[in-house]
């Protein structure tokens, strides 16, 4: 007989997500709370996202399995709404293994889509058709495999289980694939199934102790009481269908994302915390209203290490906006922020915070669907007093008051309580409040 479960029966979990426009120090906020978590779950995404933690000393870099691996007895999980480069993942293991880090307890979701060749050469080829309108991606395949996967003819990493199978779904995938390549785009670079097969299943054959129906261990785990902990990738202002479109990734980093990309309901979900800097950065191309081409944001870029994880590429800076704060709040119901990195803004003698755009005569203060009318958006901006260094303070009572200020400010303008305030890169120099 089957037991039925009510509310009230779950451990509420909580979803750590990127309230701008992605790299806004998630990793350090995830690895903290990893720390009392027994299952840590990625639910979208490739390795199109990086994350970057700092433990003693030691620097690691995440692409696809979740931070929580750092701690022995942390289930860590790759969800069904992830895409999967096996070759990537598997370097990834190899490394968390050469630095005395053991994978037992990585999970990989049989239905998760697998990255292939051909899904990078497209992206790489698609960016360089579209020439001054391209969208900036990491070229990693990711938006490829999304496409495959929406059109029901991608590869799910279930099919390394089943040879023949995956073998099938390779030559007609590489058959149709070579001829939009040569055909469409007009390029030489073309694929070879066998060649293909031959390496993959032998990625395949690696990864098989790590594969699983993960959405049956999440659910158990909640069940049981367990604290669970959903990861997130990119940012709200990436969202497929509520971001910066087309200048977003293929997937949904919001809240609600979680639950398609992990399998679980949204009853299971209790306490949501946005990431925020302390300023906002983006990666590519698309208007930025807060952007700046001054000392101020090259002082930000240089003291805050802006360069991207993944691809090394020089991060686009500007003051915080608050209208992106107010937007990421209401669109993953955020309860709680996490704000990064103010130790960056030291000794700037006065910051500014945007509180609303200025479009024409009107005055906005929701972020606006469309591009369009983003791009004709101005920042109205409230100017407070700056601070000194910060970076050695571990208590927010011993705070200068004009850091308090500011963090209060912006609770005031985005609607949630700032709980927790980063000071440096390391897990000592997270603040809670």
């Known amino acids: ?59 690691y870099k995440f692409h696809l399995v ?24 598997l370097e990834e293991i190899d490394m968390l293994v050469s630095r005395g880090i053991s ?3 990585l999970k990989i979701d049989l239905r998760a889509h697998v990255v292939m060749p051909y899904h990078k050469a497209l992206d790489g080829i698609k960016e360089k058709y579209r020439g001054k309108k391209d969208i900036g991606t990491t070229k990693k395949g990711i938006g490829p495999c999304y496409m495959d996967k ?54 395949g054959e690696r990864l098989k102790p790590f594969l699983t ?15 669970v902990l959903f990861e997130g990738a990119q940012g709200t202002l990436l969202d497929i269908d509520l971001g910066t479109y087309p200048y977003v990734t293929s997937s949904h980093p919001i809240t609600g994302g979680v639950c398609v990309g992990a399998g679980i309901g949204p009853t299971m979900i209790d306490e949501c915390i946005g990431v925020m800097k302390g300023y906002v950065t983006r990666v590519g191309k698309g208007p930025f209203p807060t952007e700046l081409f001054d000392e101020d944001g090259d002082r930000i870029r240089e003291v805050g290490k802006e360069y991207g994880t993944t691809t ?20 993953s119901g955020l ?11 030291s000794n700037i003698p006065v910051i500014k915070i945007c509180t609303a755009y200025k479009k024409g005569n009107e005055i906005i203060k929701e972020f606006p669907a469309h591009l369009e009318d983003l791009k004709q ?57």
């Open 1 to 59: 007989m089957i037991e039925v479960m009510e509310r009230g029966d779950f451990m509420p979990a909580k979803v750590v997500i990127g309230a701008q426009w992605g790299d806004e120090g998630k990793a350090k906020i995830i690895d903290i709370l990893s720390e009392e978590a027994n299952v840590v779950v990625r639910s979208q995404g490739g390795n199109n996202a990086g994350h970057t933690v700092s433990v003693n000393g030691e620097v």
């Open 66 to 89: 979740p931070s929580g691996i750092l701690y022995p007895g942390t289930i860590c999980v790759v969800g069904n709404g992830v895409v999967v480069d096996p070759k990537g993942i």
């Open 103 to 105: 994978v037992s307890n």
């Open 150 to 203: 929406a059109e029901r003819s991608g590869i799910r990493i279930g099919d390394f289980l089943y040879p023949e199978i995956f073998k099938e779904k390779v030559r007609e995938n590489v058959k149709i694939k070579n001829a939009i390549i040569s055909k469409v785009y007009e390029s030489d670079e073309v694929f070879n199934a066998e060649e293909i097969i031959k390496e993959y299943m032998e990625y």
């Open 213 to 227: 129906d993960t959405t049956a261990i999440i659910y158990e785990a909640i069940k049981e009481g367990k604290e």
């Open 312 to 331: 090394g590429r020089p991060r686009r800076c500007g003051w915080f906006d608050a209208v992106i704060g107010r937007f990421a709040v209401r669109t």
């Open 335 to 345: 309860t709680a922020i996490a704000l990064n990195k103010i130790d960056v803004l």
């Open 377 to 433: 958006c101005e920042p109205v901006y409230e100017e407070l007093e700056g601070w000194g260094d910060i970076s050695h303070i571990r208590r927010y009572e011993d705070f200068p008051e004009a850091v308090k200020k500011y963090i209060k400010r912006i609770e005031e303008l985005c609607g949630a309580k700032v709980t927790m305030v980063g000071v440096g890169p390391s897990r000592e120099q997270n603040i809670n409040i």
